[in-house]
């Protein structure tokens, strides 16, 4: 409550109500104020160990992609009870993503539009910084995506360079080809395309000499016959997990007030997106019956959204938008909610 009275109006009247200002000041206020941060562990973390992916999580609930694309505050996500961080989307090249205007908040509707394109300082950069970092204590996840730049028929070498480089640093990978904001990304989750670069990276990676797990994130907007096909393609590629679900096309669920931004281009998320992040969760756990692990991300913002994830079949969480649009309460109030509940 305090987060949202006056935490939040705060910030957005001193960055001129840009959201993107504010998820940028946010990110590096908490990346130098980190190591200062031991105190507040102890009010936020929770203690519900689970293995997931033969890794050790803390608790079930995670720090999804895109908050902190390029390592900037990695101390930061444990202490505020984060038993997991995923970050990027990082690309083979820097790049600086779409054109501004590109993220607006709906906090009549609990939801974010974005277009970032990716916005990122490129893989090798974020290797330099993991590398200086050192171990960050709860598993670490990178999403790795295509760069624009690259045509769609080198993709795949595209993503085998981001796994090179981040091979050593990630616990497992997150391979995006579902975001909606980078032209043509979301073909490669057609069988064929889908096929042919996670078999390379499965090559890549044994050439690492490492078992990293891969999963694939899934779009929200797939037919329930395209979602059956990507999956059969990633048993067969011994893909170790599913992260559903990206962010929307779909503009239902904006309240009315807010109905001026429908017109804005990019991905939705929040609560216009819970209904079906749950429906693509209970899909995927079905139809592989139980042999594919998922973590569940879309529209939880309360420890009741985050338990309909569990009974759906997923076996973790990830907040994004309920977080950024709430504050750090939401990790406590949702990881103390579901813990000891069976994964």
């Known amino acids: 409550m305090l987060f949202d009275k006056i935490a939040r109006p705060v910030m ?7 959201p993107e200002v504010v998820h940028e000041r946010t990110v590096r206020l908490l990346g130098r104020v980190a190591p200062a941060l031991g105190p507040v562990s102890r009010v936020y973390r929770t203690d519900d160990p689970v293995t997931v992916l033969g890794l050790r999580f803390p608790n079930r609930v995670g720090l999804a992609a895109g ?6 505050a990695l101390k930061a996500w444990p202490a505020l009870g984060f038993g997991f961080v995923e970050v990027g989307t990082v690309t083979r090249h820097a790049q600086p993503g779409n054109p501004k205007p590109r ?4 906090p009549g509707s609990d939801g974010v539009i974005n277009r970032m394109g990716f916005n990122n300082d490129g893989a090798e950069a974020l290797a330099r910084r993991l590398a200086a970092h050192g171990k960050l204590g709860v598993p670490l996840g990178i999403s790795i995506g295509k760069s624009k ?11 085998r360079f981001s796994l090179r480089a981040l091979h050593p640093y990630a616990d497992y990978f997150a391979i995006n080809v579902s975001s909606p904001n980078t032209p043509g990304l979301r073909a490669l989750q057609d069988k064929a395309a889908l096929a042919e670069l996670l078999a390379e990276l499965r090559r890549t990676s044994a050439e690492l000499g490492g078992a990293t797990p891969l999963l694939v994130k899934v779009a929200p907007d797939l037919t329930d016959e395209a979602l059956a096909e990507l999956l059969d393609v990633c048993l067969a590629h011994g893909v170790a997990g599913i992260i ?3 962010t929307t096309l779909s503009r239902e669920g904006i309240a009315p007030a807010e109905a001026h931004l429908a017109a804005e281009t990019g991905g939705l998320s929040g609560r216009p997106l819970t209904a079906r992040s749950l429906e693509v969760v209970q899909f995927v756990h079905e139809r592989t019956e139980g042999k594919l692990p998922i973590i569940g991300v879309g529209g ?3 420890p009741e959204d985050a338990r309909r994830m569990l009974d759906a079949g997923a076996s973790l969480v990830q907040l994004y938008t309920g977080f950024a649009l709430h504050g750090p309460g939401l990790v406590r109030r949702v990881s103390r909610g579901i813990a000891g509940r069976p994964c």
Do not use: C, Q, W
């Open 244 to 246: 559903a679900t990206n």
């Open 149 to 159: 730049v690259t045509p769609l028929a080198e993709a795949v070498e595209d993503y």
């Open 103 to 106: 993220l607006f908040s709906l």
């Open 67 to 72: 908050m902190d694309k390029n390592g900037l």
């Open 12 to 18: 957005y009247r001193l960055a001129y109500h840009d």
């Open 300 to 302: 939880i913002l309360g």
